[in-house]
């Protein structure tokens, strides 16, 4: 008995206060606005493939010509590994669109619960 009840008063005070962060860090309506979408063209600047989640920075011109940046955030680099992506999926330079929601604050020019396809239309990766 006194094992079972110091098992659950680990699991209550140890296990428990973790849950909420460990959601809201992947609340994705959180940082994106889910009721939007964005769609642009654009060349692959680089890939960081790293934990928690890869990210594709992607350079377009805005209507003024301008130069933007925008980081795509993918999955775990586990996740994608597995299911056939590699490091060099997408290289410098490749001709991307991508579609997606934009983060909440326009200033961070990242987009989340992206689709990104390639110039010959094959869908790298998506929802």
Do not use: C
């Not at 020019?109 to 790298?124: F, H, L, N, P």
């Amino acid at each position: 008995m006194t094992r079972i009840l110091s098992a659950l008063l680990v699991f209550s005070f140890g296990v428990l206060p973790a849950v909420g962060p460990a959601l809201a860090h992947h609340s994705v309506s959180a940082e994106f606005d889910t009721t939007k979408k964005i769609e642009f063209t654009g060349t692959v600047k680089k890939v960081d493939w790293m934990n928690p989640h890869i990210y594709t920075h992607v350079e377009v011109k805005d209507p003024s010509g301008k130069t933007l940046v925008y980081k795509v955030e993918g999955g775990p680099p586990n996740t994608l590994f597995r299911a056939g992506w590699r490091q060099d999926t997408l290289k410098p330079g490749d001709v991307v669109t991508v579609s997606g929601s934009p983060a909440r604050v326009a200033e961070h020019m990242t987009v989340g619960q992206a689709t990104i396809t390639t110039a010959d239309g094959k869908r790298v990766f998506g929802r």
